[in-house]
C-alpha cells in the first residue's frame, strides 16, 4: 500500500499510464459524467499530468487541501477505479424482520378487528395508526408502505376469489414450500396439471403486427375449430416441462402421460409428484394410482394441494407464459395446428429457455392473532 501523506512534496507521483490518461479525459470532458468524478478526475490530472502541488490544485478546483490528498492517496493504492465511491453499509435498518412480519400480518387480517368498525379495506393512514397502537412500533406511513411493497401486498385493493373450505390449508401450503424450497436430494418434484379448453381460434381477418408508434391489432371476430387439453409435468429443478396435447382428458390420457412420465424418470429412485384434487389424480375404484406405483416400485409420492389453490402449483407458471405467449393472441386454423404450435412452443422453451423457477413464497407463519 502507497505511504500517506498530507505533504505534496513527500510522494513522488508516478506518471500516468496510457489507460489511466485515456480514462481520466473522458471523465474531464465526457457531457454526461457525474461531477464528482470529474472533480476527482481533475485533481489527479492536476497532480500527476500538470505536476501542480497540492495547494495549487486545491485552488484551481474549488477543494480542501485534504480532499486533494484524499484523492491522491486512493488513486496511488488503486488506480482509476480508486476514485470510485466505497461501497457503504448503510444505516443500520429500524425494525427487523420479525416486526415487518408482524405489520404484513395485520395488513392481511380485517380492520375491523382493530377497532375501526365499517371499515372493510385498510388505507395507509389507518394501518398505520394500527401498526403503532396494537404493534406499539413507531412506524412512519412511509415504513409501512415500503414494508408492504417489498412484498407485494396492497391491502387496499381487491379481487374475487374462491375459499378454500380445506381444515389443513395452511399445513398442505407449508408441505408443498417445503418441497419447493428445500427438495429432497434424491427425489424429482414433478408438478402436473390439465390445461383444458384451449381454443383453435381462427382470426376472421389477419392479424396486423407491431410498426413503429403503433402496436398490433388482432380481429376481434373469429371461427372455432374446437379445442385441445394438455397434460404437462413441470420438474421444479430443470424447468423442464414433458407433455402430451389432445382432444381429450380422461383418467386413461393421463394414465397413458403418467407412464410416459415414469418413463422418461426410470433412473430416479422417487418421484413426488405434486397435484391438484381432480377425481381423475384420486384412485377410485381401480385404484388406478395404488396399481401403477406398485408397476414401479412404490417410488411415486402423490402431494395433493389443499382445495381451490392451484395457485401454489408451479405449473400454473408455466401455464401463463404458455397463454401468454402462445395462445392469447394466436391464430390457428384446426385444432391440429394449435396442438402443434402448443407442442413447439414447449419444444423451444425445453432446449432454450426453461430454466427453474424462484419461488419467494415461504409458507404460513402459524401465530395467533394480534388483538385490539
Known sequence: MAMRSADPVSLPLPELTSDQRKALREWRFGRKVEHRLWLRASIIWGLFHHRSSVAQVASRV???????????????????????????????????????????????????????????????????????????????????????????????????????????????????????????????????????????????????????????????????????SLLAAFNIRTGRVTARCGPTRTAEDLLGFMERVAEKYREAARIIVIWDNLNIHHDGREERWRRFNARYGGKFEFVYTPLHASWVNQVEIFFSILQRRCLKHGDFRSAEELRGRVLGFIERWNTAEGHPFQWTFRGYPMQQRAVA
Not at 427425489?187 to 381460434?201: R, S, W, Y
Request: net charge positive.
Open 62 to 228: 474549488g477543494v480542501t487541501v485534504r480532499c486533494v490528498c484524499k484523492w491522491r492517496d486512493r488513486f496511488l493504492e488503486a488506480g482509476v477505479p480508486g476514485l470510485y465511491d466505497r461501497p457503504r453499509s448503510g444505516r443500520p435498518p429500524r425494525f427487523g424482520p420479525e416486526q415487518r412480519c408482524e405489520v404484513i400480518a395485520l395488513a392481511c387480517d380485517a380492520p375491523a378487528n382493530y377497532g375501526f368498525e365499517g371499515q372493510t379495506l385498510w388505507t395507509y393512514d389507518t394501518l398505520t395508526d394500527a401498526v403503532r397502537r396494537t404493534l406499539g412500533l413507531p412506524m412512519s406511513r412511509s415504513s409501512v408502505w415500503r414494508t408492504l411493497e417489498q412484498n407485494a401486498l396492497r391491502p387496499h385493493r381487491v379481487r374475487m376469489w374462491l375459499h378454500s373450505p380445506d381444515p389443513d390449508f395452511k399445513e398442505k401450503v407449508n408441505r408443498i414450500v417445503g418441497l419447493y424450497l428445500d427438495p429432497p436430494k434424491d427425489a424429482v418434484i414433478l408438478c402436473i396439471d390439465e390445461k383444458t379448453g384451449m381454443q383453435a381460434l381462427e382470426r376472421k381477418h389477419e392479424t396486423r403486427r407491431a410498426i413503429p408508434g403503433r402496436p398490433g391489432r388482432y380481429e376481434y371476430e373469429y371461427i372455432r375449430h374446437g379445442t385441445q
